[in-house]
């Protein structure tokens, strides 16, 4: 199934034992609103600003893209010039957002995250924020075709300005913040547990798949999603860090994680993601949405799940 990875992410995020909830340690985290909301303000304005010079690109002519040669594209990306492939857009769509609209939702079912919900969940928009500012100004200033305009596919999609966004990947980039933010929490509420490989393999393959559909898409080339990969792993590690109080986090007062639970969580994570990838599938081009639900009680509990909505 294709959708592996970030099922086996789930089930390694949810996974965790009935121990942790009746013991919690101080957030390993430092944050003030008013610095972070400021912060994320500028992250967003940033990308204001990068879409607004995305929008205002020159668009490549007849001439243009008569002119390209396939001999002009480095070595290492030649292979992929000239393809092209809907239905592998589609998969890379499928993987991106349902990974950034998961992320969150799997995080608040973290017994350690529980009633730091708003900490976590406010971290997690800075961090996304932080790589949608570097990913729209670049794309808004660089200039490079998109493997798919070296054939005769695209239609509409040959002329315009996302035309010439080849660089970086940024479906890679943000998958890539997601998983890795996720995987560091993980590790920064879990110091210690068996599971943390499992779930820092799961962080890395799940975007490594991302920028292989949109390869086959020819939406990129390889060193866009090389770069995409990097900026958007480094920036899901780096934000959490930052933040990180080490002087207040003790990790010997966090209860042991039993390895036993995290592999049932991955086995149930799986299940409830084959279900939604079957009602994706089958909901798709029908004009039906899955829209992710997610908020805190009056008791200060996270909740999370879904709303079914349709276009009139």
Known sequence: MKLRPTLLLAGALLGSPPAARAQQAPSPYTTRFPVEASLTAGLLGLSATGLLLVRHKRTATDADLAALDRANIPALDRFSAGRYSEKSQQVSDGFCYGTLALVPALLAFQPGVHGRYGQVAGLYLETMSSTAALFTLTVGTVYRYRPY??????????????????????????????????????????????????????AA????????????????????????YAVGAGV?????????????FDPATVPPQRFTDSAVGVGVGAAVGLVALHFYRRLHGTGVSLVPVQGVNSNGYAFGGVRLARAL
């Open 149 to 202: 305009l070296y054939g005769p596919d695209g239609g509409e999609l040959r002329h315009g300005p996302v035309a010439t966004d080849s660089f970086f990947g940024g479906h890679t980039a943000h998958t890539a913040t997601a998983t890795f933010f996720a995987a560091q929490v993980f590790h920064d509420f879990n110091p210690g547990s068996r599971a943390e490989p499992y779930v820092w393999g799961v």
């Open 205 to 228: 393959a799940v975007p490594a798949v991302v920028a292989y559909y949109r390869i086959r898409a020819g939406k990129h080339f390889l060193t866009d999603n090389l770069v995409g």
């Open 236 to 248: 899901g590690v780096l934000v959490p860090r930052l933040h990180r109080n080490d002087t207040t």
